[in-house]
Every structure is written in C-alpha cells, then in structure tokens.
C-alpha cells in the first residue's frame, strides 16, 4: 500500500530591492520564475533589468534539485532546479501556488512590497505553472509575463480555471523547438478567452530568454502599474 507524509524544505530565495527603498511607500512586486534546470541566480539577472530599479524583486527557486543533463564529465555536474514532473503533478501544482502567496506575503511583510500590484515573471517550464494560478486565483496577480513557455495542459478541462483580471503578456519565440508557431498561435488564442488583455509577441529567437525582448517587458509592467 502507497501512504504519504507531508515534510517541510528549506526554500531558497533572491530579493533586490530598489536603491531609494524606503517604508514610507509601498512599493509594486515583481515575482520571477526560472525554468527548467534554471535557478534563482540566472532569473534574477534578467528579473533586475526589467524592475530597473522601480520594483522590489524577488526571484524564487524551484524546490525540485537534479543534476544537469547532457554532462559528459562528472566533475562538470551541476546542479540544478524545477517545478514538478508528471508524477503526481497535483502535489506539484498546490506547492508552487502555496508558494506563490507565501513568497508574496513575505515581500509585503518584510520588504514592504504593494500586495494589489503583483506581476510574475516566468521562463519556460515556469510559465504554466504561473497560469494555473492566475486563472484559479483571477484577482490576485496585476499581470502575469510569459517567456518561451505554453498555457496548462489542462486549459480546457479544470473547472477552476476561471476569467481572471490579469494583464498578460505572453513572448514566444520563432525557433523555440518546444513550442511551433502553430502551438503558440493556439496559446494567444486560449489566453484571451481568460485574461483581462493579452500582448502575444514573436521574436527571432530559439527557446531562451530572447534579450531584445527585455526593453518591452518593462515598458509593458511600467504601463500597467
């Protein structure tokens, strides 16, 4: 028989804070996400120069550790993080989501972050993760980014996937080889049955985090503010 018990881990963390921080005003949060076999360290290099210094940052790292594949030399191991797999990926789900409004609540309490202007980041793997909260919690997040990731495989099945208030902002790459064109003209068109406004971008990239995108991301979080 297959029994379970519930163990707490120590989770890992990033946060910038911008250089006139004070607590007389509270500031807008800009939680980011890395993808698969990313970590805290790389994300918040690219979350930083989005926030450009108008944001109280914090980068959250995956709770699932692994080594990196594709290592021939094992000295060249390193390790690295993720979200959850398909091994009852419902307990995955309701951990990022319980760490999500734990890592909110913690920049609100310590770093006095503005809990009615929260945007996520996320890359990759992270990105579906990231919609299935905003769509169960349609009021909670001001807007959600997306890099080279896809919506829920779920969409059209969970019942708690609800229209949320949420701007989004969705960038897909031309040459990802995880997401065609095609996938990603499905996305643009399954988030605007939900979210509250949809930017879908394109740009010539392979599926990493496209740099000529960054200008846009911030201009877009900075109008929405």
Sequence with gaps: ME?????????????ELPHRHSRRKKWPLLVALHGYEGDKD?????????????????????????????????????????????YKMEDSINLHHRDLETIISVAVRKYHADGQRVF????????????RYVFTHPKAIRGAVAVCGGVPGDWNDNPHYRPASTDVLHIAARQDEWYSQEKNLEFRRQLAQRAATVDFRFYNSTHKFPRQSL????RWIMNHL
């Excluded at 707490?8 to 946060?15: D, K, L, P, T």
């Excluded at 200008?215 to 911030?218: A, D, G, L, M, S």
């Design 3 to 15: 029994k379970s018990f519930r163990s707490s881990i120590q989770r890992y963390y990033e946060v």
């Design 42 to 86: 790389s994300m918040m290099r690219v979350a930083k120069h989005i926030a450009n210094d108008k944001m109280v940052v914090v980068s959250l790292q995956g709770p699932f550790q692994f080594f990196r594949r594709l290592v021939k030399n094992p000295k060249g191991l390193r390790v690295v993080f993720g979200w959850g797999t398909t």
């Design 120 to 131: 996520l980041l996320a890359f990759s793997q992270a990105c579906a993760a990231n919609y």
């Design 215 to 218: 200008p846009h991301i911030r």
